[in-house]
């Protein structure tokens, strides 16, 4: 059982973080669904509750999201889904049940950088940034990589753009961990692609590294996928290493293909708004 012998909600992130840095052992909490499952005793446990970081505010050129904005919040903020083509609310689609995910906070997700998450794969190919009371404002790519010690992660920034994306993941039974998950933007010119689940933290590959331009031809879409293929896969219960690798050329493939396909925001509105005009009664 999970145990606090103090319990704190401070006002700021400020005070968070310095009694984050008083005691070695503090620790941050946030939606506390996945702390509640550990069997430990905490000296101090830090409620962010308080702090006013539950709220999406859209500004000219991002979405800042709060660390304490549930999962519940954000996949169903219109204006965020349609941006990012849904790719955050195809990722948490699954996760256990919407009770689950109006608990679950965006922070302790991003914060915890789990092999398996969907959320980080759903945002790591966006133009995502992450500022920390503390370490300061990175690009959430470089938090997946190198981390941040210690830190309260305060907001996560989403830059606008025009993006084309698809999210895609195996899972063996609906709720279960994925087995393996890929997520690929195009924006600014340039094709994203992250790999998660792989069961290690997700990998994401651009530019060189990618090797996709942006009117691939199938040759060098092949190539690109065939990149995933050889990221360093594990086996667990869920799939073998192999088995993953097999999967992470074909959803590679499928999510690039799927946002290749996407128009601009703007005609898949006027199409929308076209197909549902009145139409008059013909003779
Ligand atoms: C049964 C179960 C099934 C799940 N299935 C999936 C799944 O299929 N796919 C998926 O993507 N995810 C899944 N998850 C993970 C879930 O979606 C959340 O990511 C997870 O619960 C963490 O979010 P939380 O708000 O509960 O964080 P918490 O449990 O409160 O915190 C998690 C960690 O992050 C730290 N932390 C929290 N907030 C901050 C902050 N703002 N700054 C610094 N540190 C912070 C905490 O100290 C802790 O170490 C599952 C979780 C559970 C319990």
Known sequence: MLKFEQYVRPDTPQEAFDLLQENRLATIIGGMMWLRLSDRTIPVGIDLSGCGLNTIEETD?????GAMVTLGQLENHEAFKQMTRGVFTDGVHDII?????????????????????DIVTALLPLDTWCEFTGAGTMRFADFVNGGAARDVLERIVVKKHDYRASFQCLRNSATDFSTLNVCAALWENEWHLAVGARPKKAKFLEGDDLALPVGFTNEQLAAACENARYLNYGTDRRGSAEYRAELAELLSRRAIQAAAAQSSVEEELARAAEANKPRGISQ
Do not use: E, K
């Open 61 to 65: 050129g991002a979405f800042i999201i």
């Open 97 to 117: 049940g919407t009770q689950f995910r109006n608990l679950a906070t965006v922070g302790g997700s991003a914060y915890a950088r789990m092999g398996f998450s």
